[in-house]
């Protein structure tokens, strides 16, 4: 890489890192580029408004310049295109089928989904809706909205069973968020439909907010602590990727 380049991008990481802002002696010091140098790169910077300055303090902090071009990043994402490529991995190195889902009100709707090809399968109808609570990626999302969003849903719900397997009591449903807050991964065990086992992993985006759930339906007959352990890991894994291409840069 280019070494003027190299730089600017290590000023640019150095103070997203800060909300106070970052004085030159800080850069200088934190990143060891000589003085002449640094002047000349955040002159630039400045220039181009993708560094601020605040003369009373005399710090810098991201200018108006990079939300410009987080907004133009923003405005051209498209879940499914760059999820498509995960999902089908997913599905592929499982042999399971694999779905993205994202939340529609009070439902979660899945708006991709990849089907394996063994005889034993949930084949999933493109579009279709669930209550949250009841449904793996229901849970994943619901469980990372904030305390009033959660209270608010749970308060007014129709806590009807779907199966003889589906949770009706609202505390459960709270313990239960809170596990999936602490391990990272939602289960369905045939709530939504019988002799279906559902893992669920949340997706964040730019803003640390919920955006959808990646989700492994697996037919309980083949599923066990091995494979549990299997699905679990890799869907923890394809989050991050996908969170992270959807620009949030904080560990899951």
């Given at each position: 890489?280019?070494?003027?380049?190299?730089?600017?991008i290590?000023?640019?990481?150095?103070?997203?890192?800060?909300?106070?802002?970052?004085?030159?002696?800080?850069?200088?010091?934190?990143?060891?580029?000589?003085?002449?140098?640094?002047?000349?790169?955040?002159?630039?910077?400045?220039?181009?408004?993708?560094?601020?300055?605040?003369?009373?303090?005399?710090?810098?902090?991201?200018?108006?310049?990079?939300?410009?071009?987080?907004?133009?990043?923003?405005?051209?994402?498209?879940?499914?295109?760059?999820?498509?490529?995960?999902?089908?991995?997913?599905?592929?190195?499982?042999?399971?089928?694999?779905?993205?889902?994202?939340?529609?009100?009070r439902?979660?709707?899945?708006?991709?989904?990849?089907?394996?090809l063994?005889?034993?399968?949930?084949?999933?109808?493109?579009?279709?809706?669930?209550?949250?609570?009841?449904?793996?990626?229901?849970?994943?999302?619901?469980?990372?909205?904030?305390?009033?969003?959660?209270?608010?849903?749970?308060?007014?719900?129709?806590?009807?069973?779907?199966?003889?397997?589906?949770?009706?009591?609202?505390?459960?449903?709270?313990?239960?968020?809170?596990?999936?807050?602490?391990?990272?991964?939602?289960?369905?065990?045939?709530?939504?439909?019988?002799?279906?086992?559902?893992?669920?992993?949340?997706?964040?985006?730019?803003?640390?907010?919920?955006?959808?759930a990646?989700?492994?339906?697996?037919?309980?007959?083949?599923?066990?602590?091995?494979?549990?352990?299997?699905?679990e890991?890799?869907?923890?894994?394809?989050?991050?990727?996908?969170?992270?291409?959807?620009?949030?840069?904080?560990?899951?």
């Amino acid at each position: 890489m280019v070494k003027s380049a190299e730089r600017v991008i290590q000023i640019l990481d150095f103070v997203k890192e800060s909300k106070e802002g970052i004085s030159q002696k800080d850069f200088i010091t934190g990143l060891g580029i000589p003085k002449s140098s640094m002047s000349a790169l955040l002159s630039t910077l400045l220039a181009s408004e993708y560094l601020s300055y605040d003369p009373v303090s005399r710090r810098y902090k991201l200018g108006p310049g990079i939300v410009s071009i987080v907004g133009r990043y923003l405005a051209n994402l498209d879940i499914v295109r760059i999820a498509e490529p995960i999902i089908r991995q997913i599905a592929a190195t499982l042999d399971e089928s694999a779905e993205l889902a994202v939340r529609k009100g009070r439902d979660i709707q899945i708006i991709f989904n990849v089907n394996c090809l063994r005889p034993l399968q949930r084949v999933t109808d493109f579009g279709s809706c669930t209550s949250l609570h009841i449904a793996a990626a229901g849970k994943a999302i619901l469980a990372h909205l904030s305390e009033e969003e959660i209270e608010d849903y749970l308060s007014t719900a129709d806590m009807s069973p779907v199966t003889a397997k589906t949770n009706t009591d609202t505390e459960v449903t709270r313990h239960e968020l809170q596990e999936i807050r602490e391990g990272g991964i939602a289960y369905c065990f045939e709530e939504r439909c019988i002799g279906i086992i559902a893992l669920a992993s949340p997706v964040f985006d730019v803003y640390g907010q919920v955006k959808g759930a990646i989700v492994v339906p697996i037919p309980s007959i083949r599923f066990d602590k091995k494979k549990a352990k299997e699905v679990e890991q890799l869907l923890k894994y394809a989050s991050i990727n996908l969170s992270h291409q959807l620009g949030h840069t904080a560990e899951i």
